[in-house]
């Protein structure tokens, strides 16, 4: 018996499973960011930019380092550019995980705590995104000031 495949059956199939994804990854409560070899946002999922308190037009508009979000360590000093976990992989080809960012949000007139992981996808030797995840972990911090 031979088999055929029906291309518009696969299409059908790819565009759902890809519609079922997006929906997945946009129902999580944590944020997830891809970003380009600039550091610049390329796509995110609904809790990323909202827990910068931002839009998703704001957020696809800034970079990863943007001053616009005034972020400290936990012991209030500033993240330096090479600080950031997206720059910190694309300079070290390196996953970083579990970097604890806290992030002013003028918008809301408070500050989010967020546990970063940031991760490399590579192309041969070259950088092509960096999948970012972001955690709210503000609970960890409640007695700090904003």
Not at 19 to 39: K, M, R
Not at 81 to 105: A, E, H, Q
Request: charged content about 20%.
């Amino acid at each position: 018996m031979e088999s055929h495949l029906d291309i518009d059956q696969l299409n059908e199939s790819f565009l759902s499973s890809e519609e079922a994804f997006h929906q997945l990854v946009d129902d999580l409560d944590i944020g997830v960011g891809i970003y380009n070899p600039n550091a610049s946002p390329i796509i995110c999922n609904k809790a990323a930019y909202e827990l910068l308190g931002l839009s998703k037009e704001q957020y696809m508009g800034n970079s990863a380092m943007d001053p616009y979000w005034k972020v400290t360590h936990a012991d209030g000093s500033k993240f330096q550019p090479y600080d950031f976990p997206i720059i910190d992989v694309i300079t070290n080809y390196k996953p970083k995980v579990g970097v604890v960012m806290g992030v002013s949000r003028p918008l809301k007139n408070d500050k989010v705590w967020l546990e970063v992981n940031a991760h490399p996808i590579l192309d041969g030797s070259s950088i092509m995104h960096v999948i970012c995840t972001y955690k709210n972990v503000t609970d960890r911090f409640i007695d700090q000031s904003v």
